[in-house]
């Protein structure tokens, strides 16, 4: 019973397909958990402002927008929003 080389040859192929494919998949996942991750540390950091804030009648919102700037900028989004709450 002897394997034919185009069967070898197609398990090689479809091997490395396979693994194309899944190094392609990985690395929109890296980013994705990245941002997750500002967002949470960001959320984390402006509900501690908010806790901090309220003796010195300070707060900032945490929405859509707020949450959007964190999770792409991570805690240098947080001073950011910080600064331009005491800008306007």
């Known amino acids: 019973m002897a394997i034919e080389l185009s069967v070898i040859v197609a398990y090689a192929v479809g091997i490395l ?13 890296k980013i994705l958990l990245k941002l997750i991750y500002n967002a949470v540390v960001g959320g ?3 509900i501690l402002i ?11 919102a945490l929405n859509f927008g707020t949450a959007l700037i964190v999770g792409f900028l991570g805690v ?13």
Do not use: H, Q, T
């Open 17 to 29: 397909l396979l693994f194309l494919i899944g190094r392609a998949f990985l690395i929109p996942i």
């Open 44 to 46: 984390i950091a402006i």
């Open 50 to 60: 908010n806790l901090i804030g309220s003796f010195f009648n300070f707060s900032l």
């Open 76 to 88: 240098p989004g947080v001073i950011l929003l910080v600064i331009l709450k005491f800008i306007m």
